[in-house]
């Protein structure tokens, strides 16, 4: 069965899974109840809808329209439930390396409230410091292989990426064990 999580899925998955990991650990104490909803929920037709940050720029006139390669990339990602701007829901923060053609190797960074609302905004930096802005539109995962399928949204971006705009869609798995994920896909960018 697959869950429509397209968007902050890998973000939501990832924080509803901490949830459990911290809600088991001496730190915080969450009741079998709350826990069990939360922990269900992405497994059970759960659905997340990332709002965009701002509006994408499609009709302004620039550039070329180019595919962008993510070969595949890995990194961390944690949840911080003492982010009071979150409260009760936790920080997702997602980092990591990787390679993409127009960009060389970048760094990523992604991260935003795990409450199913907020969106997850991210940053890829470009080998010479440009940077690409985007948010998780959604995430599906396909429950018998465990595969993730995302789609991000380019709303933007600085030096030769201002007034990016584009779709990038990624896939790969979420390590609950270990804490990381790796992904990999591709897109369109018009700069």
Not at 68 to 85: Q, R
Not at 117 to 132: H, M, Q
Not at 167 to 178: A, C, K, R, S, V
Request: net charge negative; proline share 4%; glycine share 10%.
């Amino acid at each position: 069965m697959r869950t429509n999580v397209f968007s902050f899925a890998l973000f939501c998955l990832f924080c509803l899974f901490a949830v459990l990991m911290v809600a088991c650990s001496t730190e915080e104490q969450v009741s079998n109840d709350i826990l069990n909803t939360s922990i269900e929920a992405p497994v059970d037709n759960y659905y997340f809808n990332g709002q965009p940050p701002e509006s994408r720029n499609d009709n302004l006139n620039v550039g070329v329209t180019k595919t962008i390669k993510f070969f595949e990339s890995d990194g961390p990602f944690e949840l911080d439930f003492t982010n009071e701007l979150c409260t009760p829901a936790p920080y997702l923060s997602v980092y990591g390396y990787g390679n993409a053609s127009h960009i060389g190797r970048y760094q990523v960074v992604n991260g935003g409230c795990y409450d199913g609302l907020s969106p997850i905004l991210g940053v890829i930096t470009a080998a010479d410091g440009d940077e690409i802005h985007t948010y998780i539109a959604s995430a599906v995962q396909d429950m018998l292989t465990g595969i993730w399928s995302y789609h991000y949204v380019i709303y933007n971006g600085t030096g030769r990426f201002e007034n990016a705009y584009g779709d990038i869609y990624m896939t790969g798995t979420l390590d609950f064990n270990n804490w990381v994920w790796t992904l990999g896909g591709e897109g369109t960018i018009t700069y």
